[in-house]
């Protein structure tokens, strides 16, 4: 188990979506061991391949420690709520900015486990906004797309002041 670096924002694989797994082994199994890793030593509640600069379909996602670390596999959202939540949202490859990001409530996602059998389960509260989150990262769709474009370009403003004073 490693930690990995974390590609900062703006990097280009932030936006190119990841390609889906199709060997289920060994390696995908080292591979969610160092995100794990990785999103824990960030610190973070999820991470994808994307955000280690590999373009894979994994995301490790734990909201809370009684039920531990989660693996999903290939990710996708199946059907969405019509009703909407808001949530403070932020990416490891942007540490320290956050905003309030809408999303549906309620996702049922369908996705695979590290033996590649398929599951489909429903999602609700911060679960069910960090698969959306972590879905979108995979297919290549940075947080701060969810944003107005007047939020979105005051805080990359605010971000790169950061970078130049660091």
Not at 115 to 130: K, P, T
């Amino acid at each position: 188990m490693t930690i990995r670096p974390i590609i900062p924002y703006p990097d280009t694989r932030l936006k190119t979506p990841a390609e889906p797994v199709t060997t289920f082994d060994s390696d995908l199994a080292a591979l969610a061991a160092d995100l794990l890793d990785t999103m824990r030593a960030a610190p973070g509640i999820g991470i994808t391949g994307p955000h280690i600069g590999l373009l894979k379909a994994v995301t490790v996602i734990e909201t809370d420690e009684k039920t531990g670390p989660r693996i999903f596999i290939n990710p996708e959202i199946a059907s969405a709520s019509t009703e909407t939540t808001r949530h403070m949202e932020g990416s490891v490859s942007m540490p320290g900015f956050t905003d309030e990001v809408e999303r549906p409530a309620t996702v049922t996602v369908r996705y695979q486990m590290l033996d590649g059998i398929w599951r489909e389960e429903e999602a609700q509260g911060l679960l069910s906004v960090c698969l959306q989150h972590e879905i979108d990262q995979i297919n290549g769709i940075f947080w701060l797309q969810r944003l107005s474009r007047l939020k979105r370009e005051r805080l990359v403003k605010r971000y790169e002041k950061a970078l130049k004073t660091g």
